[in-house]
Structure formats: C-alpha cells, structure tokens
C-alpha cells in the first residue's frame, strides 16, 4: 500500500505521548510518577490530550479554513520536533562546517515544505487508535532517548512508531521519527544528497522555499 511516510510521521509524532500514558498508568509509585515528570514520555503524553483534543474539537473548521490547520500544525510542530538538530541530520556530511544561518534557513524550508505537503492529512488520521510502548531505551554516546511504540488498529497490524528524542534549550524534543522502520532523516537524507553535490545548502534551502524542490516522503 502507498503511504505518505511524513504525514504517518507527524501524525504518530503528535500521538508519541500515548505510549507514555501507559507506562505511566504502569508506574503505582509515587516517586516513580514524580521522576518522570519532566521525562520525554511525559512531555508527549501531555502535548497528546491537548492536540488530539482539539484536532477532534475544531475538525470541522479545518476542513473548511485550511490557514487555521496550517497555523495549528506549525505551532504543534515547532513545539515538538527539534528542526535544526533535524536539518543537520538530513544534510550529514553536507552540514560538516556549515554556516549555522545556512543550516537553519534549510531547516525552516525543510519544515515549512513538510508541512505545506503533508499538514492536512492531520485530518484523515484516526484519533482513536490505541497504543502500546514496547520499550524506551537511551540513544548511544547520550544523544537521547529512543521510544518504541506501537500504534494498534482495529482490522489492521500494528504500525510500528519509534521516536528519537533529546534535549534541546531544557526540553525534550524529537528528532526524527521512524515509522515501520523507515527514518524521517534517512528518507530526506537520501533525497537531498544529490541535489547538494551540485549546489550549495542555501540554494537548496531556497528552491524549497519557492517550490521548485518538494520533499517528498512517498513510499510503497
């Protein structure tokens, strides 16, 4: 089946915290509770409530205000992933001494691209899919922490969902999300390469600024 790697991506991304919530409900002790308050499980159980809530709440005003969507997903996005730490990831040895005002000119046509492509299949995804956490591990060399999850489907396998995720500026925030073992980074990483053999970042970064370059995360 062809699938929309990204919009399953941002989707389950906002849906990270829900493995979360059944670790904790899990955890019967109160230290235990306490020690994860300012856990990753626990920044994304709480982001989880809110935007599945109001995903549910303001349904019909997307569908028919496409610039609110937009505005909401943004916001949702910028709150949740790390998008600079993520554009280095995506340009690899492309970034290696980089001007940092490159990097993040290529990080917000990066994003502002994802989400022009993929932000209104927010509104096709299932609110009530189940989850359930398989584990969460830390990344090596203390990079960060790595949820595995499963995102469980009446009818359906389970969609497997992993999530890298670190600090950055005090906060936990995800950097790349594979899904069904295809990474977020892979995906562009191998898109982009060609592109920036011949061109500098910040030609790249303005070609998916003007829409001539599209990231596109279509897998079979």
Known sequence: MTRSLIAIAIAAGLLAAAP???????????????QAADSPSRMVLDNTQRILSELERRRAE???????LNAFVKREFDAMFDRDYAARQVLG?????????????????LADSLLRRYGASLLDFNTRLQVRIRSESPLPRGLGVKV????????????????????????WKVF????EGVSFVSTFRRQFDAELQSKSIR???????SGRLQADADVD
């Not at 979360?20 to 306490?34: D, G, I, K, L």
């Not at 040895?93 to 046509?109: N, P, Q, S, T, V």
């Not at 030609?203 to 600024?209: G, I, S, T």
């Open 93 to 109: 040895r492309h970034g290696r001494g980089a001007d940092e005002g490159d990097i993040k000119l290529f990080a917000d046509a």
């Open 203 to 209: 030609q790249v970064a303005n070609e998916l600024r």
């Open 148 to 171: 595995s999850s499963e995102l469980l489907r009446q009818g359906g396998d389970p969609i497997p969902v992993d999530y890298l995720i670190r600090q950055s500026g005090g906060q």
């Open 20 to 34: 979360a919530a059944v670790h904790a409900q899990q955890q019967q002790r109160p230290a235990a509770a306490t």
């Open 62 to 68: 997307f569908s028919a205000d496409r610039d609110a």
């Open 176 to 179: 790349d999300v594979q899904v």
